[in-house]
């Protein structure tokens, strides 16, 4: 190969920013060499392991940025052993519409059923799909939403959580909150109204909202605004982390007045 080529090809690669394919050109050009394929499929193959870099770099950015608990797919959970969820449901959000439409999602239910994994499964897909998104506790969220009020800066805070598409708020109902907190709750959950996604988990059915928020008027307000585009998941089940420490054996022999632990001690 001419070395005088070669540098000028490195030199405009980098340039160009085309890191990937910069790194990759010797390696392509002796398969190239052996396999000829056709001027066009040998530029094809190029661009697109640059466009593949690209793409999996622009979501490792954002979901480092994205604040993730965990990284956990929709593909790793197992719908067989949470029945009352509508796989069909899940599948159907995974489509992102309701994402275009500014639509909620919020998942309902007790502790280790999965609400926080279906809520991250989803937040990777939009991010697949090329939307933003941001994870925050309630806890977390309500804290800092609160330190901004005294700081007076509320207005600066609150737009890190209105500008992705995207906003996952976990963990609801976990601690009951004070009349600041549910106030800038509601400025959120107003502000991202008909324009960005919340998603969000509790382990509260709505009729407790009263009592998590410290007020039926502003719960009711929280909960019109969030309702509005919005879909449901009520998991009504048993807790995946109960059946992990059970396989471990940790659980055995079952004690047989719980019936939920003696249920899945069975295999079931
Ligand atoms: N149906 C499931 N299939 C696979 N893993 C699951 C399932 N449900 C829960 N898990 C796992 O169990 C753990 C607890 O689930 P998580 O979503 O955090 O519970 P929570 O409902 O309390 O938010 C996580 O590690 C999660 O990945
Ligand atoms: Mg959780």
């Known amino acids: 190969m001419n070395h005088n080529v070669m540098d000028r090809l490195h030199a405009l690669l980098t340039e160009l920013s085309l890191v990937q394919a910069d790194a990759l050109l010797e390696g392509t ?7 000829e ?4 499929d040998f530029l094809l193959d190029l661009l697109s392991m640059e466009k593949e870099f690209r793409t999996s770099r622009i979501l490792q950015t954002r979901t480092r ?19 009352s969820i509508d796989e069909r449901q899940i599948k159907d959000m995974q489509t992102l519409r309701f994402i275009a439409d500014y639509g909620n999602v919020i998942l309902l239910g ?25 994870f925050v506790t ?33 963990e609801v109902g976990y601690l009951p909150l004070d009349p600041v907190g549910a106030t800038v709750f509601f400025q959120l959950v107003s502000a991202r109204y008909e324009r960005g996604s919340i998603i969000l988990t509790s382990n509260k059915s ?21 309702l509005h585009h919005s879909t449901t998941v009520n998991i009504r089940g048993d807790s995946y982390r109960l059946k992990e420490r059970k396989k471990a054996g940790l659980f055995s022999p079952a004690p047989p007045a719980r019936d939920e632990e003696a249920a899945h001690a069975t295999g079931a």
């Open 29 to 35: 050009l002796e398969r190239a060499a052996k396999e």
């Open 37 to 40: 394929p056709a001027y066009p």
């Open 65 to 83: 940025m994205a604040g993730l608990p965990y990284l956990k797919t929709l593909a790793q959970f197992d719908f067989s052993f949470q029945p």
């Open 110 to 134: 007790p502790p280790g059923v999965g609400k926080t994994h279906l809520a991250v499964g989803l937040a990777i897909e939009a991010m697949r799909g090329g939307y933003g998104a941001y």
């Open 138 to 170: 309630a806890n977390d969220l309500i804290n800092d939403l609160g330190k901004a009020v005294r700081e007076g800066k509320l207005e600066q805070r609150m737009r890190q959580y209105t500008r992705s598409k995207v906003l996952i708020i976990d």
């Open 206 to 226: 709505y009729t407790d909202w009263g009592t998590v928020f410290g007020d039926q008027t502003i719960a009711a307000a929280i909960l019109d605004r969030l």
